[in-house]
C-alpha cells in the first residue's frame, strides 16, 4: 500500500479563513449563573455546544451581570491544558472586577460569589462576531468557583474595584452558547443580561 502524507489535509483544517478572520479578546460582558439555577439545552451534534439557556426560578440577585468596559474587559482569564491528575482536562480562569462598594453590594454581590456551594456558570461575550465561538461558557460541566485568595481589592489600584478570580477544570477545551446563528444567539444573550443587571 502506497504511503499518502497527510499534510495538506492537516494544513488545510488549521488554515485562516481570510474571510472571516478571527478578532481576540472578550467585551468585558458575562453573565454568571448558579450553576443548579440553570438548565442548558445540548447540541445534539456536538456536546460542546449549548443551543438555549433557561434559569429556573432564580432570584435576581444571585445572578452576576458583568460588565468590564476597560481594554482588557477580563484580564487573566485563560485556558490551559492540564494532565496531572491521570487525564488531560482544561484549566479556565476568569477574571474581573467588580466597581462596586458599600454593605449591601457586599452582600448581594461579592460574598456570594465565594460562598456558594455549587459554583457557577459563565457566558461570556468575545469580541469575535462570526457565531459558533462568539459567546463562551466556561463552569457547565464542572462549575466556576472563586479561588480562596481570588476576591481581593487594593484601594490603591483599579479605582479601588473589587477583583475576582474563579477558575475549574473542564474536559472540554472549548464551550460555546450558539444558537442557529449570532444574531438569535445574541439576542438571547442580551435577555439574560438585561432581565438579571442590577
Given at each position: 500500500?502506497?504511503?499518502?502524507?497527510?499534510?495538506?489535509?492537516?494544513?488545510?483544517?488549521?488554515?485562516?479563513?481570510?474571510?472571516?478572520p478571527?478578532?481576540?479578546g472578550?467585551?468585558?460582558?458575562?453573565?454568571?449563573?448558579?450553576?443548579?439555577?440553570?438548565?442548558?439545552?445540548?447540541?445534539?451534534?456536538?456536546?460542546?455546544?449549548?443551543t438555549?439557556?433557561?434559569?429556573?426560578?432564580?432570584?435576581?440577585?444571585?445572578?452576576?451581570?458583568?460588565?468590564?468596559?476597560?481594554?482588557?474587559?477580563?484580564?487573566?482569564?485563560?485556558?490551559?491544558?492540564?494532565?496531572?491528575?491521570?487525564?488531560?482536562?482544561?484549566?479556565?480562569?476568569?477574571?474581573?472586577?467588580?466597581?462596586?462598594?458599600?454593605?449591601?453590594?457586599?452582600?448581594?454581590?461579592?460574598?456570594?460569589?465565594?460562598?456558594?456551594?455549587?459554583?457557577?456558570?459563565?457566558?461570556?461575550?468575545?469580541?469575535?462576531?462570526?457565531?459558533?465561538?462568539s459567546?463562551?461558557?466556561?463552569?457547565?460541566?464542572?462549575?466556576?468557583?472563586?479561588?480562596?485568595?481570588?476576591?481581593?481589592?487594593?484601594?490603591?489600584?483599579?479605582?479601588?474595584?473589587?477583583?475576582?478570580?474563579?477558575?475549574?477544570?473542564?474536559?472540554?477545551?472549548?464551550?460555546?452558547?450558539?444558537?442557529?446563528?449570532?444574531?438569535?444567539?445574541?439576542?438571547?444573550?442580551?435577555?439574560?443580561?438585561?432581565?438579571?443587571?442590577?
Open positions: 500500500m502506497a504511503y499518502t502524507p497527510c499534510a495538506a489535509v492537516l494544513a488545510a483544517n488549521i488554515a485562516k479563513d481570510c474571510a472571516n478571527n478578532v481576540g472578550y467585551t468585558g460582558r458575562a453573565i454568571l449563573i448558579p450553576a443548579d439555577q440553570a438548565v442548558f439545552t445540548v447540541s445534539g451534534t456536538n456536546p460542546r455546544i449549548m438555549a439557556v433557561t434559569l429556573v426560578d432564580v432570584a435576581k440577585n444571585k445572578v452576576c451581570v458583568v460588565d468590564n468596559v476597560w481594554p482588557n474587559g477580563f484580564d487573566g482569564s485563560q485556558t490551559a491544558s492540564n494532565g496531572d491528575d491521570g487525564r488531560v482536562v482544561y484549566e479556565k480562569t476568569f477574571g474581573f472586577r467588580i466597581p462596586l462598594r458599600g454593605a449591601a453590594k457586599s452582600k448581594d454581590v461579592v460574598e456570594p460569589l465565594m460562598d456558594s456551594p455549587l459554583g457557577y456558570v459563565a457566558i461570556i461575550e468575545k469580541k469575535d462576531r462570526v457565531g459558533d465561538g459567546y463562551e461558557v466556561v463552569g457547565k460541566f464542572q462549575a466556576l468557583h472563586a479561588n480562596p485568595d481570588g476576591i481581593t481589592r487594593n484601594e490603591h489600584e483599579n479605582g479601588g474595584d473589587v477583583n475576582v478570580v474563579m477558575s475549574c477544570k473542564e474536559q472540554y477545551f472549548e464551550v460555546t452558547f450558539f444558537d442557529t446563528d449570532y444574531a438569535t444567539t445574541k439576542t438571547a444573550f442580551e435577555t439574560l443580561i438585561s432581565t438579571y443587571a442590577f
